[in-house]
């Protein structure tokens, strides 16, 4: 069997749901064939524009069309189009496979991240208080960081109207996917995908070592961070505490929670590169304007802002941090050398 013989004439969306339903009833291969030979060589050409090499694209497609084949049962026609799905698996198997690549490279050798089509408008949302179209769609591409696609998971896990966007990103994700030209396959890529199909799905590894404990920091996280093990609360300055969040799997972005007392001044500082902030309780105020409880804010390496505590009550935020701070003044450049921001 070929895919190139399965697919005799195109078919809709309609259609690629009843190949679906065939394959999750049946296990039905001429199905899966015809899938194959639609998608995978569009999802060649979406994973070559995020800057993955010939063998990483060939195994992302191999393991998202066999998570298409295993899963068809649990594919869901209300929820969205077939695309959309398949989609949504390859950017989580990306996301998978580029913290693979963190740990297995050097910080200098990663694949560069390229960028994508921009998501849909947001209207109503204030790109300063919730992550802008064009961050929600890096992070609905797999693009992000994990420590920066936590900070974002943890305000989608409190914000219903960015939780429909991030959505709606990932719809267009799926249309996206079925304009894409396709590219040429490994012509072995096909077989290599059958020879699988009947393949016990592996058990999972046990962990090679013991899981740290979540510390209790005096707060409820976000369910996105609320299993990760901290550092517990560090002194940083008066009235300023933080702490790490362990990511193993990132080594070249910092993910922080940051508790300042009312009234407390950041001294003013810009950035070495891209930092995103979560307020989790409490609210401060910057050049940019007031980020309360919820909000999201952006800062990037042509930012400079001097945020202060208003209110009665200590502001914590979650903040991912690229690179380094870049404190104005000399005992504050001191500091952030000491604590490693």
């Given at each position: 069997m070929r895919p190139a013989d399965a697919k005799t004439q195109p078919f809709d969306g309609e259609d690629a749901a009843g190949l679906v339903a065939a394959i999750a009833q049946a296990g039905d291969r001429q199905a899966f064939a015809r899938l194959?030979?639609?998608?995978?060589?569009?999802?060649?050409?979406?994973?070559?524009?995020?800057?993955?090499?010939?063998?990483?694209?060939?195994?992302?497609?191999?393991?998202?069309?066999?998570a298409v084949w295993r899963k068809a049962g649990q594919f869901d026609a209300k929820a969205g189009a077939v695309s959309t799905w398949i989609f949504t698996i390859c950017r989580n198997l990306g996301i998978d496979r580029r913290r693979q690549i963190a740990?297995?490279?050097?910080?200098?050798?990663?694949?560069?991240?390229?960028?994508?089509?921009?998501?849909?408008?947001?209207?109503?949302?204030?790109?300063?208080?919730?992550p802008s179209p064009e961050l929600l769609a890096r992070f609905a591409a797999g693009l992000l960081s994990p420590s920066a696609a936590l900070v974002v998971e943890s305000h989608l896990a409190l914000c219903d109207s960015c939780a429909v966007a991030h959505r709606d990103t990932l719809a267009v994700g799926g249309v996206l996917l079925e304009r894409l030209s396709p590219a040429e396959l490994d012509a072995r890529l096909f077989e290599r995908t059958l020879a699988r199909l009947d393949e016990k799905r592996p058990a999972l590894a046990a962990p090679t070592s013991p899981r740290r404990i979540a510390r209790d920091l005096g707060i409820e996280l976000p369910a996105p961070i609320a299993d990760r093990a901290t550092s517990g609360w560090r002194w940083m300055g008066p009235g300023m505490a933080f702490a790490r969040l362990d990511v193993p799997e990132d080594r070249r972005i910092s993910l922080v929670l940051l508790k300042i007392a009312a009234?407390?001044?950041?001294?003013?500082?810009?950035?070495?590169?891209?930092?995103?902030?979560?307020?989790?309780?409490?609210?401060?105020?910057?050049?940019?304007?007031?980020?309360?409880?919820?909000?999201?804010?952006?800062?990037?390496?042509?930012?400079?802002?001097?945020?202060?505590?208003?209110?009665?009550?200590?502001?914590?935020?979650?903040?991912?941090?690229?690179?380094?701070?870049?404190?104005?003044?000399?005992?504050?450049r001191m500091a952030t050398t000491l604590i490693g921001l």
């Open positions: 194959f030979a639609d998608y995978a060589p569009r999802l060649k050409t979406f994973l070559s524009r995020q800057g993955f090499g010939a063998s990483d694209c060939d195994d992302l497609i191999l393991d998202t069309m066999l740990r297995r490279l050097r910080d200098d050798d990663l694949p560069p991240l390229s960028d994508v089509d921009p998501s849909p408008s947001a209207e109503g949302m204030t790109a300063s208080r919730h009234g407390q001044r950041i001294p003013t500082h810009g950035h070495s590169g891209e930092e995103l902030t979560l307020v989790l309780r409490g609210a401060f105020e910057d050049e940019h304007g007031r980020v309360a409880a919820g909000d999201f804010a952006e800062e990037d390496d042509d930012t400079h802002h001097t945020p202060v505590v208003t209110g009665e009550g200590t502001c914590i935020c979650l903040s991912s941090i690229e690179g380094r701070l870049r404190p104005h003044g000399l005992i504050a």
